[in-house]
């Protein structure tokens, strides 16, 4: 199995398509990070306006962590578009090449085939992740310096101590790569019914968008199913950012304020990750393979 997954990933990092991801990702990046460096403390200002009139805020606010927050934000959005591009081209982009055929005649069954598949496109997933950790919070931290981070809310601001932001960003990455996979999963399942990767990249895309789009409005009939919809848990990384608070209303370091939610949607997204997955085992194993 080790072996197929490491020829599955050689052959994912062979395609030009690959390195789509890193370059948009990076540019990205750099866009957000010159806009923050040129003029990042009247967005402070703007994000601020309503407390910054009754607060001074002190220190260095447009720092590392924070400007990797606003990152995160806005490029977690577009990522799974990214991962679309080859979870939805695993199984597809190989009958598209007539190559399917091929390696169905190798002792190796068709479960195992897909796993390995599946396995080697998470690893793509987790390297498109480090590769944000690196630039967005490493990077930042690099060009901005450190301090404590600002988590602005509509009702409270809230301010996260240096000392405990560090382990609340693995966290973050780490279930946004829970989140991720959970697309790479979608498309991968996709990717089984056609003999062509535009349809099921198309596919996967439009699901994710039109499922975000759903989870954010207030249609009655949607409210009691949206909870069902793994794209309403992908932003449960921000939670790692709420921290419970005493009588007083005093933020207390080191602690989540919800972390039971956070839990719940983890679980969610696995179970949609085990769910797309299965079903794209079953269908291949009784698929009869054309091409």
Request: with cysteine; hydrophobic share 60%; charged share 15%.
């Amino acid at each position: 199995m080790w072996t197929l997954i490491q020829i599955e990933v050689f052959k994912i990092f062979r395609k030009p398509r690959t390195y789509i991801a890193f370059a948009a990702v990076l540019a990205i990046v750099l866009l957000i990070q010159t806009a923050i460096y040129v003029d990042g403390r009247k967005y402070l200002e703007f994000v601020m306006k309503d407390i910054s009139e009754r607060f001074d805020i002190g220190g260095n606010p447009v720092n590392g962590y924070f400007v990797c927050f606003i990152i995160l934000q806005t490029l977690l959005i577009h990522v799974p578009l990214l991962v679309a591009l080859i979870a939805a081209d695993m199984i597809a982009g190989e009958a598209n090449m007539g190559t399917l055929r091929l390696l169905l005649t190798k002792p190796v069954s068709r479960t195992e085939l897909l796993f390995s598949k599946f396995f080697a496109t998470s690893v793509y997933v987790i390297l498109l992740l480090l590769w944000i950790a690196l630039l967005a919070l490493l990077g930042s931290i690099l060009l901005f310096g450190t301090d404590g981070m600002m988590n602005a809310k509509s009702y409270e601001v809230v301010l996260i101590n240096e000392n405990d932001l560090m382990w609340r960003y693995l966290l973050a990455f780490g279930f946004a790569a829970i989140s991720l996979i959970a697309v790479a999963a979608l498309g991968f399942l996709l990717s089984v019914f056609a003999d062509n990767s535009i349809g099921p990249i198309v596919a996967t895309m439009s699901i994710v968008i039109v499922l975000t789009i759903l989870s954010t409005m207030d249609i009655p009939f949607f409210q009691e199913i949206k909870h069902f919809f793994f794209t309403s848990h992908m932003i449960g990384w921000k939670g790692f950012f709420d921290m419970k608070v005493d009588a007083d209303g005093n933020a207390l370091p080191g602690t989540i304020a919800n972390s039971k939610a956070i839990l719940k949607s983890a679980g969610i997204l696995v179970l949609h990750i085990v769910g797309f997955v299965g079903i794209a085992i079953g269908i291949f194993n009784r698929k009869d393979i054309l091409s």
